[in-house]
């Protein structure tokens, strides 16, 4: 039983991160293909800026290695202790990276217009959009504190 509440961590941790990654990615390439008609040559910009947001599905999944694999706790003998705390860890990462994944594509997708619009904003636009994706980062670490614990 407690595995199976581990598990429902790390589904989480992977599956809320990877939705808001998709969401993210998606806000940010309708802008570029709305762009694209006004400004076909800066495909490049576009597509930096579309895949920005999706790194925190990454993220959800780097959590899930480093308890399968680093902290190797993903096992029948999990105690209860140790699920709950895989449990929080998915919790915590995969809501951030929802939300930040997507706020992080709102912010591609205002710089990608003001590109199309003819606006030399590709750099200011890559420097703001580091700053949610901050966020997924803390809560990636928070997960590798969380798994250190856990096995100490």
């Known amino acids: 039983m407690n595995l199976i509440l581990a598990y429902v961590g790390v589904a989480l941790m992977i599956g809320l991160a990877g939705i808001g990654s998709a969401y993210g990615v998606t806000i940010a390439g309708n802008a570029a293909v709305g762009a694209l008609k006004k400004d076909g040559t800066k495909f490049g910009n576009f597509l930096v800026l579309t895949a920005m947001p999706g790194t ?32 929080g860890a998915g919790l915590a990462l995969g809501l951030v990276g929802l939300f930040s994944s997507i706020r992080q594509g709102q912010v591609c997708a205002n710089g990608i217009a003001a590109i199309g619009s003819g606006h030399d904003v590709f750099s200011n636009t890559l420097i703001l ?4 994706e901050l966020y997924a980062i803390v809560a990636l670490a928070a997960t590798f504190l969380i798994g250190s614990a856990i096995v100490a």
């Open 56 to 87: 925190q599905g990454l993220y959800g999944f780097a959590g899930y290695f480093m308890f399968q694999t680093i902290f190797g706790v993903l096992t029948p003998d999990i105690s209860l202790f140790q699920a709950s705390a895989v449990l």
């Open 129 to 132: 959009a580091v700053f949610p």
